[in-house]
């Protein structure tokens, strides 16, 4: 395998795959599996270190409810959410589709239904682009520990991991994106022998996106549980937890808010990346309702103010100042100022470089009077209190005669 040239053609294509995706911004991560029958969080089997003759019979214990996916995508789109993304195979080892690489699958055993084809189609009935997560790392398979000393066992599991990830991609139509996880026991991509699976993976589904966790870097940059911005060009998806826990875990009550939510958006944003937001169903795939409650408000939210959010967008850092009364967005000649701290009747901007034509409140745009000098922004006529009633983050649009900058110095000159 020539892996250059695998990762020069895969570089050539890439923008070009990435556009719808960029675009985008939010996404649903659905982690449900047999852990989600114990409700203490997909990790249970290890950091409990449950015998394997005790957890299996998860496997047939098992009884989904009738087609949950379906919930799962009308919420997703209620929320503003543009594509999904379903753990097809956590490390748990068991495969929520009908594979032939194993009997410990959700055909074969309790839910006897190919739960990844439902996930699917509920996907596409809702419009949304579809996800395949697919975790490297298998804590069931007989060879997925000595895979990493022993080369016969490495081959045996190359050609598992390989066949269940072909099946993915040739079993559902087109797949948007392949989400890898978790790369142990095995150090290096050469290990995994990621560029000739990848490069299986492309040629079987030419639009895909691969993220980062197969130790190539590929398409997508992978932060986890923090928001923190890639360098300028590489693209990057912040996964983040509702409450701490990925699979269904009713323990687990420190709930992110609704503001919590919009200012992880706005950091991917503004940094020109993507969030993708978790749910942990229930082990029948209802989804807990404080998820539920969160994700619809911030739909609402977004589906007033969207325009902050969606699209092409601009990156901020380098060209806008941290703010005490908001944060940015930027997208050409226009500026978002998202106020989630409303200052009353005024708002001050200082050290905004480049001329305001006319500045206006979403969503209905009301327009504010503009007061504009070398050295501060005064916008008037605002309403004493924040207009967002939803979750007090109002935004004001700034078109400006050109490209936004502010410039605010070292931060101690004032006048
Ligand atoms: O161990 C997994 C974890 O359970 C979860 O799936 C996250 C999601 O990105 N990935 C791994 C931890 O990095």
Known sequence: ????????????????????????????????????????????????????????????????????????ARLAADAGMRYAVLTAKHHEGFCLWDTAQTDYNAVRRGPGRDLVGEFVEACREHGLKVGLYYSLMDWRHPD???????????????????????????????????????????????????AEMNAMVRALQPGILINNRSMLNEDFGTPEEHVTPAAEGRAWEACMTLNGSWGYMPSAI??????EILAMLRTAAAGGGNLLLNI??????????????RLRTVGRWLGR?????????????????????????????????????WPGTTLAIGGL????????????????????????LVLRGLPETSPDDIAGVAVIRLECDGPPRQVLGSGYETL
């Not at 795959?17 to 990790?43: C, K, P, T």
């Open 254 to 259: 420190d709930w992110r808010s609704v503001r």
């Open 280 to 293: 942990g169903p229930r082990p029948d795939g209802s989804v807990p309702d404080e998820a539920v409650e």
């Open 353 to 376: 470089q480049t001329p305001v034509r006319r500045a206006t409140l979403l969503p209905n745009g009301t327009e504010l009077i503009v007061e504009q000098s070398d050295r501060r």
């Open 144 to 194: 997925g520990v000595r895979c990493a000393t022993d080369d016969a066992a490495r081959r045996r599991f190359l050609d598992f991991t390989q066949g269940c990830v072909r099946e993915l991609c040739t079993q559902y139509g087109p797949i948007d994106i392949l989400w890898y996880d978790c790369h142990w026991p095995l150090r290096t991509p050469v290990q995994w022998e990621s």
């Open 1 to 72: 395998m020539n892996v250059e040239a695998y990762l020069r053609a895969a570089a050539a294509s890439r923008e070009e795959r990435l556009r719808w995706w960029r675009e985008a911004r939010f996404g649903m991560f659905i982690h449900w599996g047999l852990y989600s029958q114990l409700g203490r969080n997909e990790w249970a089997m290890n950091r409990e270190r449950i015998p394997r003759a005790e957890y299996e019979p998860l496997a047939d214990t098992w009884r989904p409810a009738e087609r949950p996916a379906r919930e799962w």
């Open 305 to 341: 103010y969207g325009d902050a959010v969606y699209g092409p967008l601009d990156r901020v850092a380098g060209r806008m100042e941290w703010m005490l009364t908001g944060q940015w967005t930027l997208r050409g000649n226009t500026a978002y100022y998202w106020v989630d701290r």
